[in-house]
């Protein structure tokens, strides 16, 4: 590497850091939240760790846990959390299109570390992509992202067994918190969306005392899914 390229990836990486740093303070509260909450719906400090190591996904961990405490069978939990992360293929595909020019390594490894979140920032930082080495940038939003979810999951587990029950157990709004925050913004662009968020809320309620939560979960979302196609379309016609 030449001596003048250094510092331009010291750039990058110091942008990236600054950019990703409203996504850590952010993830850690959340991330120690689950960790606390898989604690308790018993998972040992290794499984709830192992979880944020290879699923990197808020929404369907703290879902799985929930699930795993509740004692649901491991294809109800697959499926439910396969169904909550289809997202991700479309934020990739987007994401994708955004750095086409960058190599093929780059996109594989850029893509792992997607979420919602990293995924808003950096789509907002478009002009990064035709810098030099601004993969760079990117990288280092994802990394910073995932490791501070990563230690706060690990920080939760291990406040699990300190704190008391009563105040872990007030910590699952954390979720319901997590929920509205990423509904509400919807909601608020498009209002059928509140109607697809309430059919998908009273299939579940209705049907899983029949087929059980977690299948009661796969079912509302589905449904939901379903019901968004007519009626999101029908709004943009």
């Known amino acids: 590497m030449d ?14 850091l600054i950019a990703g740093l409203p996504i850590v303070v952010g993830y850690l509260p959340i991330a120690i939240a689950y960790g606390v909450l898989a604690k308790q719906a018993g998972l040992s400090l290794l499984e709830l760790t192992g979880m ?20 649901v069978s491991a294809a109800e939990i697959i499926i439910a ?10 934020m990739s595909l987007s994401f994708i299109n955004q750095i086409r020019q960058y190599a093929m390594k780059w996109k594989f490894l850029l893509t792992l570390g997607l979420t919602d979140e990293t995924f808003s920032v950096s789509s907002i930082y478009k002009k990064q992509v035709d810098q030099a080495y601004g993969y760079y940038f990117y990288g280092t939003i994802m990394l910073t992202s995932y490791l501070s979810w990563v230690f706060g999951s690990f920080l939760g587990g291990v406040l699990g067994d300190v704190i008391p ?9 954390a979720l319901y918190a997590m929920f509205i925050g ?22 579940n309620y209705l049907v899983s005392p029949y087929i059980g939560q977690g299948w009661g979960i796969v ?19």
Not at 165 to 173: D, P, R
Not at 185 to 201: D, E, L
């Open 165 to 173: 029950e009563t105040l872990s157990q007030s910590m699952g709004v």
């Open 52 to 71: 944020s190591l290879f699923v990197f996904a808020g929404a369907a961990q703290f879902m799985g846990a929930g699930m795993i405490g509740l004692g």
């Open 219 to 237: 079912a509302g979302t589905i449904i939901g899914a379903c019901i968004g196609i007519f009626v999101l379309e029908e709004e943009k016609v």
């Open 81 to 90: 959390t396969f169904v909550l992360n289809f997202r991700h293929f479309v």
């Open 3 to 16: 001596l003048k390229e250094k510092p331009l990836i010291k750039i990058q990486i110091r942008d990236g």
């Open 182 to 203: 990423l509904l509400i913004p919807s909601v608020r662009k498009y209002k059928c969306i509140a109607m697809i968020s309430i059919a998908a809320m009273l299939v």
